[in-house]
């Protein structure tokens, strides 16, 4: 026993001298320092404004100024060290290539989570499982509560030593208008209300607030999380126009129904504590030098409480290459007068004194923005003293890379991936009878091409080849083409090996050489000849191949959907980590595809459309065909929403509450006379609740396997007129059925928010007519009075 208690006391002395050499995180308030630990700002009894008050009021202008930028600069009399406001998380912890950030990986710890990329996470129509994206599976007793995944491996990082930063760039919400955009794939694509949605999920997921919300109440955050980049930002560099200098032209009804929706949920339901100001002007104006967008909107009409930051250089492109301004000391004072708070850059640390000299800003805009920013940090309890024994104190190393966050990682990718063409069920390939397999192309075994862009090291990486190999043990490999520039072919090669297999499963697409940040693609198809290398080894198979697709953007794969001898179709985006896992597992059958694509796929002559053309809506007269599934008019490759599984489901309409709504008894001001429409501003928000009811659709899975299956509620107009969507989502469940078996799924219908439309003005309105709730073939009408 006296043994026993000589190792257990050894092994706390060891705890005890690691601790004690392991790296501290940055923080202030130390309570061992009596030079500031008397400091108001450092009593975590007071408000976090008196806090914040106390403290900018003992900075000098020259310190002050030196907190308005990304790399703020420490103030050790006040023992407040140096902060880096930039840190990346856009589906798991992650770095920008090249430039500093607040996590760089360059210690003991060298990896996190890779999840899909955020496309594909939105293929899944699942806002619990985005919110489980950024969620632990693991309980931690001492803190009675589940951790999330991205916030919990950047706040153990943190918690080591070797991160600077607490606030991480992460959501991109922009719409996904143009296919060629290069980071559409960063996005959840072309629909508002489910960018908004995803928003939110991710939002409350990484800084540690419930599923529905209403946690924070003590303002404590895990990690911030940023919504960018506003506003109407989705064009990086199409034939010689660049984001930096683009002017966005874009009318009031398309703003107020697709481009601002996403950002309004992110800060109403979502609570972000941080939002980005994007590089662009919209109808002239910078969006970081917009009072009416940052400042009367964003935290005056959406309640927004955080901080806004430029895109990184943004303040000096303001001045040096969209020439808004005359002056450097302008471009100053038109931001902080906007409302914007931090710069990525250095402008403000170097212009911002003379412009407060010249008299273009005075030090109440700088302390205005200072507010902002350091009640951020101590949301974050950077300014609590030692982080580690805070809240959240105790997580470190062993939350990062857990198997629980990689079983995720696979999870998402898994009821992600789309099947887009099944022939003659081809797929799944028996286990038994699949004797030997050829899996070809340049995307087979290129573990970074599974994480696309804004991404970290990975803790593992599993290619589709890999993955496929686990489940025949002779498959032969060749790449096709080295690269997916596809500029020569191996096609003798190739072919032999597809006449000796009873399989071939070609891996194709794209990576970021050819859509990326600062890259807009230029064709829809397939680079190089990659369409020759898969027509000629799919003639030369023995029986139909399957073609699996790596890309962020839509390609017209139209040869392919009408090739019989390509008999199968997976898009899987850019699937993380365990991508190849997942892929193999569709392909054999232990997982029944569920994704659904959350853009439209549009033909190749969609290119001669401009990238510059920002309107959503169709113009019958020039012949304009629209954007996205909602107004969009010309031909598809492929639907929003669409997305084959193993199992055929079926729908019905249980019930769906009413089939008349007479908005004319819930107005308070009446309709506007011979408009055929009511504002949704004239009805108060106790009719708009009555007005509330609720769909139920019976859903039965008619196959053999049990499957995860989105269920997608549209609304459509019997006319759509005066710029009315086509048809548009109302909501989306998913729902898990065994073989045969049935269940009903509820939706919550709120006639004000999910049967409005904006008008030309930009005013939301509920139009008069009759109006179908839609799922699948099944249709529900609802006739509205105005």
Same mark, same amino acid.
């Given at each position: ?16 001298k ?29 408000q ?5 008050? &106390? ?30 406001w ?22 003991s ?16 129509? &699942?806002?619990n ?13 001492? !803190? ?14 943190y918690n ?5 930063? !607490? ?38 997921g ?6 529905e ?7 404590? =955050? ?46 109403? *339901? ?14 002239g ?5 917009d ?40 471009a ?7 409302? !914007? ?47 580690r ?20 990682? =696979? ?18 390939l ?42 025949? %043990?002779k ?21 032999k ?5 009873d399989y ?10 050819? *859509? ?48 019989p ?11 993380? *980590? ?7 597992e ?11 694509l ?15 053309? !920002?309107r =959503? ?15 969009? %008019?010309?031909? %598809? ?80 107009? *019997? ?7 086509m %048809? ?17 799924v509820?939706?919550?219908v ?30 529900y ?6």
């Amino acid at each position: 026993m006296a043994l026993m208690n000589l190792i257990i006391l050894c092994f706390s002395l060891l705890l005890i001298k690691i601790e004690s050499t392991q790296p501290l995180p940055p923080f202030s308030c130390d309570s061992t320092n009596p030079s500031t630990n008397s400091f108001p700002f450092c009593n975590t009894s007071l408000q976090i404004s008196q806090r914040v008050q &106390d403290l900018v009021a003992r900075l000098t202008l020259d310190e002050k100024i030196s907190q308005l930028v990304n790399k703020a600069s420490a103030v050790r009399r006040l023992g407040i060290p140096y902060y880096q406001w930039w840190s990346e998380a856009l589906h798991g912890v992650a770095v920008a290539t090249g430039v500093e950030n607040g996590v760089m990986f360059n210690g003991s710890i060298r990896a996190a989570t890779s999840f899909p990329q955020v496309i594909l996470t939105a293929a899944t129509f &699942d806002a619990n499982l985005w919110y489980r994206m950024a969620k632990s599976s693991l309980h931690f007793p001492t !803190m009675r509560t589940y951790l999330k995944v991205i916030g919990t491996e950047a706040r153990a990082i943190y918690n080591e030593g070797e991160a600077i930063g !607490m606030t991480f760039w992460s959501p991109n919400i922009n719409i996904f208008r143009d296919p060629r955009w290069g980071r559409g794939q960063e996005t959840p694509g072309e629909d508002p209300l489910v960018t908004g949605k995803y928003a939110v999920s991710f939002v409350r997921g990484i800084q540690g607030d419930s599923f529905e919300g209403g946690d924070l109440k003590d303002e404590h =955050l895990r990690v911030s999380a940023c919504c960018k980049h506003l506003t109407a930002y989705d064009l990086d560099h199409w034939k010689g126009i660049d984001r930096f200098t683009f002017n966005a032209i874009v009318t009031k009804q398309d703003m107020a129904d697709t481009y601002q929706l996403p950002f309004q949920q992110c800060v109403l *339901e979502g609570r972000a504590s941080g939002i980005m100001c994007a590089y662009n002007r919209v109808n002239g104006v910078p969006n970081c030098a917009d009072y009416n967008l940052l400042t009367k909107t964003a935290r005056g009409e959406w309640g927004f409480q955080g901080y806004i930051t430029s895109d990184c250089d943004a303040v000096k492109i303001i001045y040096e290459n969209q020439t808004y301004v005359k002056s450097p000391e302008d471009a100053v004072a038109d931001v902080l007068k906007a409302g !914007m708070d931090v710069n990525c850059g250095d402008y403000l640390v170097n212009h911002t004194k003379s412009a407060l000299e010249k008299g273009k800003v005075s030090e109440y805009d700088i302390d205005r923005a200072l507010n902002n920013l350091f009640a951020v940090r101590m949301r974050l309890g950077l300014f609590n003293g030692n982080p580690r024994k805070r809240i959240y104190g105790n997580l470190g190393r062993n939350e990062i890379c857990t198997q629980a966050h990689q079983d995720m990682a =696979l999870e998402v990718a898994r009821n992600g991936i789309v099947l887009l063409k099944n022939s003659a069920r081809l797929l799944p390939l028996s286990k038994d009878k699949t004797k030997s397999l050829a899996v070809i192309g340049p995307n087979a075994n290129v573990p970074k091409t599974l994480r696309g862009n804004y991404a970290g090291p990975p803790c593992k990486a599993i290619t589709p080849l890999v993955g496929l190999q686990g489940y025949v %043990k002779k498959v032969k490999f060749h790449e096709g083409c080295k690269t997916t520039n596809c500029t020569s072919i191996a096609t003798k090669k190739v072919v032999k090996i597809a006449k000796s297999v009873d399989y071939v499963v070609l891996v194709m697409g794209l990576n970021q050489d050819q *859509e990326s940040e600062d890259l807009d693609r230029e064709e829809l198809v397939l680079p190089g000849k990659q369409k020759s290398l898969i027509t000629s080894i799919a003639k030369a198979a023995k029986k139909p191949v399957v073609l699996v697709l790596l890309c962020g953007g839509p390609i017209d794969i139209s040869f392919a959907k009408n090739d019989p001898k390509i008999g199968s179709i997976l898009w899987a985006g850019y699937p993380g *980590e365990a991508g190849g896992q997942a892929i193999a597992e569709i392909i054999f059958g232990d997982h029944n595809p569920g994704g659904r694509l959350p853009m439209t796929w549009y033909p190749k002559d969609f290119i001669k459309i401009p990238m510059t053309d !920002m309107r =959503l809506r169709p113009d019958p007269s020039s012949g304009y065909p629209g954007r996205t599934y909602r107004f969009y %008019k010309g031909k %598809k490759v492929f639907e929003f929403g669409y997305g084959l599984s193993y199992s055929k489901y079926s729908y019905k309409f249980v019930s769906a509450g009413q089939n008349k709504l007479d908005f004319k008894k819930l107005s308070t001001t009446g309709t506007v006379e011979n408009s055929g429409y009511i504002p949704v501003s004239a009805i108060d928000s106790d009719s708009c609740n009555k007005a509330k009811f609720t769909a139920v659709v019976g859903v039965k899975n008619q196959g053999k396997m049990v499957g995860k299956h989105p269920v997608l509620l549209f609304l459509r107009r *019997e006319e759509a007129s005066y710029g009315s969507p086509m %048809k548009q989502l109302v909501a989306f469940q998913t729902v898990r059925l065994n073989p045969k078996a049935k269940a009903n799924v509820e939706f919550q219908v709120n006639p004000c928010e999910h049967f409005s439309r904006a008008n030309e003005d930009g005013l939301l309105v509920i139009e008069e007519g009759t109006q179908f709730l839609v799922v699948g073939d099944e249709e529900y009408s609802i006739s509205i009075n105005v």
